[in-house]
């Protein structure tokens, strides 16, 4: 667990507070942060090995209870926000999240409100990180974005008219299972064929790596490196080598990748696609071929107008931050 002690703890009555709480499949990233993102408190903890979830709050409360204390008390806490997998903004609940130990639906939200005696907020991961990047980072003064999360998975929140888009039961914004190759490769999580998360996350470019080493007889880097061990950082580690099927395996994830942004252009008319997450780091290796095919493939009233931008948040603390921001959108 790591703290930051806040400066100015005798001016702690001033100016509320809020909770950011972001629940990952492994582990869940907490802290407490003021209005301006400065994240004051911080921990993590462990999801996984909590198969219910009421031993899950009871030690995130005990986990955060000393923090809430030191920053001034629950009195200071204007309220908690939430990000997590098949969150829903609506009911405050999470829903058949395949990637947690709990299975079904789970109201959440009202959990987290009996055990603080706080409002909560809660809604999916990436649409959380997409209000901490309207809030704090690469999309501030923007009404019009998409944020593209490119982790594990492919996952994204849709801003449009300066809201975030939730749909008419608090699920929009999926464009990581959109069909991008009609019957192309299988999504075990999904049962699916052809979504962009297939080949577009870190997962994907590992499995366009394992596909490319098998159709093609090139020499490469990757091919000393036993299969089971291949993973998105080995794929960059080699093109920064001068690796050309490594190079190659980049390209046609950003042509992927890039198809896909284009289909979301012409369907929301963003200012800019804020890109966050693992895969980002490879730079212009998969930001080029983005850029490029996405540009390639608009229809001409759309093209050279759409900026793609990194994240500006540190990658450690986005995760609070976005979900902090959540509670200063409370009413």
């Known amino acids: 667990m790591s703290t930051k002690k806040e400066k100015g703890m005798n001016n702690q009555a001033m100016e509320p507070l809020a909770i950011g709480i972001d629940i990952g499949g492994t582990g ?3 802290g407490i942060v003021d209005k301006v993102g400065n994240l004051l408190f911080s921990g993590e903890m462990s999801t996984k090995k909590h198969l219910t979830v009421e031993p899950f709050i009871d030690e995130l409360y005990l986990c ?3 923090f809430i ?3 001034g008390g629950v009195g200071r806490i204007k309220g908690i926000g939430i990000g997590a997998h098949n969150g829903n903004y609506y009911k405050n609940t999470i829903e058949h999240a395949a990637n947690l130990p709990w299975k079904g639906i789970i109201p959440f939200g009202k959990m987290i409100e009996d055990k603080f005696k706080l409002p909560v907020v809660l809604t999916n991961d990436a649409n959380a990180a997409a209000i901490g990047e309207m809030m704090y980072g690469a999309a501030q003064d923007m009404h ?3 944020m593209i999360t490119l982790g594990t998975g492919v996952g994204s929140g849709i801003v449009a008219n300066g809201k975030l ?3 008419h039961d608090g699920f929009a914004g999926e464009l990581g299972h959109t069909i991008i190759i009609p019957d192309g490769r299988y999504h075990e999580g999904t049962g699916k064929h052809g979504s962009l998360e297939s080949y577009a996350s870190a997962t994907g470019v590992r499995l366009n790596a394992l596909e490319f080493l098998e159709k093609s007889d090139k020499p490469s880097l990757l091919r000393k490196i036993p299969k089971e061990k291949i993973d998105s950082k080995q794929v960059h580690d080699a093109a920064i080598e001068g690796d050309e099927l490594a190079k190659e395996i980049f390209d046609y994830t950003g042509k992927i990748l890039g198809m896909a942004l284009a289909n979301f252009v012409m369907f929301s008319n963003p200012e800019a696609i804020v890109l966050f997450g693992g895969l980002t780091k490879a730079g212009d290796y998969i930001l080029k071929p983005t850029r490029d095919y996405m540009e390639a ?3 001409q009233v759309f093209q050279n107008k759409v900026k793609i931008l990194v994240s500006h948040l540190k ?3 986005a995760a609070i ?3 902090s921001a959540l509670v200063w959108e409370m009413k």
Request: hydrophobic residues 40%.
């Open 297 to 299: 493939n608009l229809i």
């Open 165 to 167: 888009i939730y749909g």
């Open 315 to 317: 990658e450690s603390d």
């Open 69 to 71: 204390e030191q920053a």
């Open 64 to 66: 955060l209870a000393p």
């Open 28 to 30: 869940t990233k907490y």
């Open 144 to 146: 019009d974005f998409i």
């Open 321 to 323: 931050l976005g979900a």
